[in-house]
């Protein structure tokens, strides 16, 4: 992978640890029940992808 491919596949990894982080903020002071577990879900699924993408940019 070239340098440039690397830092856009690192900012989007960046940005979806970003957004779980939102998320799961989110979830645990607004929301109650099942649709907590739902956003939280979501958020961890959101995280493991984000990290994924940042080992993918390191190598």
Avoid: E, H, N, P
């Avoid at 830092?7 to 990894?13: I, Q, R």
């Avoid at 903020?25 to 699924?45: P, Y």
Wanted: hydrophobic letters at 70%.
């Amino acid at each position: 992978m070239d340098g440039m491919t690397k830092m856009w596949v690192s900012l989007f990894g960046i940005g979806m640890m970003a957004i779980a982080a939102l998320l799961i903020t989110f979830a645990r002071l607004k929301t109650k029940g099942i649709l907590k577990f739902v956003l939280s879900l979501l958020a961890f699924i959101i995280l493991i992808v984000g990290f994924i993408c940042g080992l993918i940019s390191i190598i």
